[in-house]
């Protein structure tokens, strides 16, 4: 089938559509008309269309009844680019159906965003990317998110009929940006035919044959369905983070032995280390710094060496240990940062492996995690050889803390 292209030039109608009873939504009035943070949850939908220049027009359809409600929430709005609202149907379909032939009757040709004024959290740069998606593809662009939830299909028992493989699922958000005359054309040809039951307008066109493209969503873009969701969208958010940056240092002496452990991997070596535990100088000295970022105390207030169940312990565990504090602390790592001084061994061969390492236990990319190696220029314990040493950074993010009391 050839491409069938849009006109990038032509002008650009929003369609919003808000003549749902909103009746799962548990409130008197229908959701789009109930306040969230102050504001009518259609007010915030339009803003986004207001704030883009692009947009040169925007319908909205309403509900039987719902005039003066409508009345209020555009109130003051005052931008000449909203035209008057017209009545909607029984059904979704429906509504986008009368909302587009009022365009046609006010002689629109174009490309119309069709949205849900039940989505509140559009934002101005999804709007663009619908108007850009729709200029750069053919008659039909939508947003889409990738699925998290593994997602089943049932039989008409309500078993398990299948499991449709996740990377090729997406679920579907609005704006859906379309050509304006294949879509009413489309409309039109299910209304005549007694085609319903259509739940976004995308998948009218998929049933007539256009060919529907796609461009990311937004996760903010919900959807306000249950009463639930304008509760979760009225909390406050987690407090914001701030950045904490700590170091750690370590030393081992060489003992007898023909390996060393460096960053959780084991490094053939003339000698060993003496160490209560597998002396992991890397290990320690990343650790200390994660605890030092928390200002939780030092590895040996955690692991203390008089402690027996210590003796030869494999290092990552203490490394895990302070990763999982900073997690239950609602931080994040951001960059670990290390830096091994001694003379031997060669730690170059070795150097993708121990960043590997340090990256899995601490659950992050490879890019968050640098390796570097020094000598010390023959000089100092390191330079004579009578062991090695480890400087860590630890770069994290941390809940911001409550303000300190006040001296009196
Ligand atoms: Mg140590």
């Known amino acids: 089938m050839p491409a069938e292209r849009v006109d990038t030039a032509a002008p650009v109608a929003a369609l919003v559509v808000a003549a749902g009873r909103g009746l799962r939504a548990g409130f008197e009035a229908p959701k789009q008309y109930r306040l969230l943070g102050g504001s009518p949850v259609l007010r915030q939908a339009l803003a986004p269309f207001l704030a883009t220049p692009e947009v040169g027009r925007i319908a909205v359809v309403i509900g039987a009844g719902d005039e003066a409600r409508y009345a209020d929430a555009v109130a003051g709005?005052?931008?000449?680019?909203?035209?008057?609202?017209?009545?909607?149907?029984?059904?979704?379909?429906?509504?986008?159906?009368?909302?587009?032939?009022?365009?046609?009757?006010?002689?629109?040709?174009?490309?119309?965003?069709?949205?849900?004024?039940?989505?509140?959290?559009?934002?101005?740069?999804?709007?663009?990317?619908a108007v850009t998606a729709i200029g750069d593809?053919?008659?039909?662009?939508?947003?889409?998110?990738?699925?998290?939830?593994?997602?089943?299909?049932?039989?008409?028992?309500?078993?398990?009929?299948?499991?449709?493989?996740?990377?090729?699922?997406?679920?579907?958000?609005?704006?859906?940006?379309?050509?304006?005359?294949?879509?009413?054309?489309?409309?039109?040809?299910?209304?005549a035919e007694g085609r319903a039951g259509f739940t976004d307008d995308a998948a009218l066109m998929e049933w007539a044959g256009h060919p529907v493209a796609t461009f990311a969503g937004e996760p903010a873009n919900m959807k306000l369905?249950?009463?639930?969701?304008?509760?979760?969208?009225?909390?406050?958010?987690?407090?914001?983070?701030?950045?904490?940056?700590?170091?750690?240092?370590?030393?081992?002496a060489f003992g007898e032995g023909d390996h060393v452990w460096l960053g959780g991997v084991r490094v053939a070596h003339d000698r060993g280390v003496l160490a209560h535990s597998d002396g992991?100088?890397?290990?320690h000295a990343l650790t200390d710094a994660l605890l030092g970022a928390l200002a939780e105390g030092d590895i040996g207030t955690h692991f203390p060496p008089s402690d027996p169940q210590w003796r030869g312990a494999a290092s990552h565990r203490f490394l895990a240990f302070a990763v999982e504090r900073v997690r239950?602390?609602?931080?994040?790592?951001?960059?670990?940062?290390?830096?091994?001084?001694?003379?031997?061994?060669?730690?170059?061969?070795?150097?993708?492996?121990?960043?590997?390492?340090?990256?899995?236990?601490?659950?992050?990319?490879?890019?968050?995690?640098?390796?570097?190696?020094?000598?010390?220029?023959?000089?100092?314990?390191?330079?004579?050889?009578?062991?090695?040493?480890?400087?860590?950074?630890?770069?994290?993010?941390?809940?911001?803390?409550p303000a300190p009391p006040r001296s009196p």
């Open 137 to 191: 593809a053919t008659v039909a662009a939508i947003p889409v998110l990738p699925v998290t939830d593994t997602i089943k299909r049932l039989d008409d028992t309500g078993r398990i009929a299948e499991t449709p493989p996740r990377d090729r699922l997406v679920s579907v958000q609005t704006p859906q940006a379309f050509a304006f005359e294949p879509l009413l054309a489309t409309h039109r040809k299910a209304a």
């Open 328 to 401: 239950s602390r609602g931080g994040r790592i951001d960059f670990l940062d290390l830096t091994l001084i001694c003379e031997a061994p060669k730690i170059g061969p070795h150097r993708e492996a121990i960043r590997a390492t340090i990256a899995a236990v601490a659950g992050l990319h490879l890019d968050q995690v640098a390796i570097k190696a020094t000598t010390s220029e023959r000089l100092g314990f390191t330079g004579r050889k009578e062991g090695l040493a480890a400087l860590a950074t630890a770069t994290i993010r941390l809940p911001e803390p």
């Open 225 to 252: 369905t249950h009463p639930e969701d304008f509760a979760r969208a009225e909390a406050p958010g987690p407090p914001p983070l701030v950045v904490r940056v700590s170091t750690g240092y370590d030393v081992h």
């Open 280 to 283: 992991d100088v890397a290990l």
């Open 77 to 129: 709005l005052g931008d000449a680019r909203i035209v008057p609202p017209t009545m909607g149907g029984e059904t979704r379909q429906d509504s986008v159906r009368l909302g587009l032939e009022a365009l046609a009757a006010q002689g629109f040709r174009g490309t119309v965003l069709v949205h849900d004024a039940a989505r509140p959290f559009l934002t101005e740069q999804l709007v663009r990317s």
